[in-house]
């Protein structure tokens, strides 16, 4: 079946540092690939998506890439902030089936 | 008011014992999903349902069992608790559709002694 492996952590950087987390995937069809955020004590939010291959999603200073070729989605953010310590989750979804996500890794940004 | 509610927020109970997670939306989105979140194991999918005649078992179904009350309402329950069931449960929706996103309640920490 579909299934997400992430690098699972956790991940400890200071203020400014470049952050990428990795993911990968498997699906037999052609899913959508998504980011997901949890804040301490808080359901997981959207950070941002790519419904195909070479879309690119971004939001907040944080961006992601579908790769088909290497089936990947790997998170990137260039000067990481103490306010964006927290569980980042990949995920995907093929939407005649249900969504599978990553084990999560946690962030945290030190000052 | 939050666009998915899950009740309570907090339970503990005794081995066991039958216990029931309750969830409800408001975004009007036909699917619904229940997942359990453990530390380093990350989402795992429990149950899910694409409408209220359509019920369909995650990865780990066995020991709960769901109930779709109606569009916006979709029920989790355990019915003889165990310890390895406690953990932090989800409950989300989503449309129907391609690249739809997930919308997350706060969450339910169930705790079994």
């Known amino acids: 079946g579909d299934s997400v492996t992430q690098m699972e952590g956790p991940v400890t950087l200071s203020e400014e540092a470049f952050l990428t987390i990795n993911c990968t995937y498997t699906?037999?069809?052609?899913?959508?690939l998504f980011w997901y955020v949890q804040y301490p004590g808080e359901g997981l939010q959207l950070l941002l998506k790519a419904t195909k291959a070479d879309d690119k999603g971004s939001n907040k200073g944080f961006e992601a890439t579908y790769r088909k070729e290497t089936t990947s989605f790997h998170l990137e953010k260039g000067s990481v902030q103490v306010s964006d310590s927290a569980v980042y989750f990949c995920a995907l979804s093929d939407h005649s089936r249900d969504m599978r996500f990553g084990a999560g890794t946690r962030l945290t940004v030190k000052p | 008011d939050a666009d998915v509610t899950q009740t309570p927020r907090n339970r503990i109970t005794k081995t066991g014992k039958r216990i029931m997670l309750e969830c409800s939306q408001t975004?009007?989105?036909?699917?619904m999903y229940w997942y359990r979140q453990d530390p380093g194991l990350g989402l795992r999918l429990i149950y899910y349902s694409f409408d209220v005649k359509d019920i369909n078992k995650g990865e780990i179904s066995d020991g709960y069992s769901v109930s779709r009350q109606a569009q916006a309402k979709f029920s989790l329950s355990l019915e003889s608790a165990i310890p390895n069931q406690t953990a932090l449960y989800f409950c989300?929706?989503?449309?129907?559709?391609?690249?739809?996103?997930?919308?997350f309640g706060q969450g339910t920490r169930l705790t079994v002694v």
């Open positions: 975004k009007g989105h036909d699917r």
């Open positions: 989300a929706t989503a449309s129907s559709g391609e690249g739809t996103e997930a919308f």
């Open positions: 699906a037999t069809g052609y899913p959508s």
